[in-house]
């Protein structure tokens, strides 16, 4: 089976140049480091209202710099949604700037960030789709139907590099098609960590370099899930006949 390897070094102040990452905004509370993880990405999207928090919340992130020059240098490259949360305002200086607007109203089966996913993968000219990562901000803590919503979004593009994130904590799946090494940074994320089947239950998962291990062991909801396990070391491995959802704290700094 072949191996996928994972790493938090978007996290990181200076990363090496691949993979090639994607930021999506999402109509939360930016993360503290939103302006990392643009600087980081090489296209930047928002979904619909995601767009109100890059101009209100940018400028409050960055507080010893001119707001409207933030709002210049934070331009996002489209703005896709069905364009029920965005400020008219704020549509208006990013159309304004030239940022590209993507309109599905018409849509009203898959949520704004399900759209924006379609448009990285399916329509973003010049990205190396190959080693692709989209970073989703602000996808966690907030409504429990649109924290589900966006995880639903790791379970329908299972083939794509998907990170959620928020303040807290991160995101992503383990497709059950490979096995996993998860590399820590040790200095930016865990200890805390969990991993929980999605999709079905898991007749066997076996794990390295955690507290409580898994050898061949079942989970299901309602069964076992591994909540509040611990990483030991800054290595992981993982293997499961199911796809597994897998979460670990980010420090506060
Ligand atoms: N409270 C929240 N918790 C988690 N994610 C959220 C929350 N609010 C919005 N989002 C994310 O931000 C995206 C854009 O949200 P927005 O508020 O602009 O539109 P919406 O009409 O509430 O969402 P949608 O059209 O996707 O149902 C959503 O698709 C969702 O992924
Ligand atoms: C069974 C079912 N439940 C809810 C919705 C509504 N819905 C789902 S995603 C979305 C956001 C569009 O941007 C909306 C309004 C639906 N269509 N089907």
């Known amino acids: ?24 905004v999402l109509n939360q509370s930016l993360p503290r480091f939103a302006p ?5 990405a090489q296209l930047r999207l928002c979904a619909d209202g995601g767009a109100n928090r890059v101009y209100d919340d940018m400028p409050l992130l ?5 707001a409207f020059d933030v709002r210049k240098r934070y331009k996002p490259d489209v703005i896709k949604g069905d ?4 400020r008219k305002e704020v549509l208006e200086f990013y159309a304004n700037m030239g940022t590209k607007i993507i309109d599905e109203s018409d849509d009203q089966d898959t949520t704004d960030l399900h759209k924006c996913v379609a448009y990285i993968c399916d329509w973003a000219p010049d990205l190396d789709k190959s080693n692709l990562c989209i970073l989703v901000a602000g996808a966690l803590g907030g409504r429990f139907d649109h924290e589900i919503g966006n995880i639903n979004v790791l379970c329908r593009f299972s083939t794509v590099r998907i990170i959620l994130i928020s303040d807290d904590c991160l995101i992503h799946l383990l497709p059950r098609t490979h096995c996993h090494e998860i590399h820590i940074q040790p200095t930016i994320e865990g200890p805390h960590c969990g991993l929980i089947p999605i999709g079905m239950p898991s007749g066997s998962t076996t ?24 990483v030991k070391g800054e290595k992981i491995t993982v293997q499961s006949d199911s796809d597994l959802l897998w979460t670990i704290n980010i420090k506060k700094q």
């Open 1 to 24: 089976m072949e191996l996928m390897s994972h790493s938090s070094t978007f996290l990181l102040p200076t990363i090496p140049p691949s993979p090639t990452y994607a930021l999506v």
């Open 36 to 40: 990392l993880l643009w600087k980081h």
């Open 62 to 66: 960055l507080p010893h710099e001119n």
């Open 83 to 86: 364009m029920d949360s965005i």
């Open 207 to 230: 794990t390295t370099g955690l507290q409580w291990d898994l050898a061949e062991t079942e989970m299901k909801f309602g069964g076992l899930i591994s909540t509040s396990n611990i």
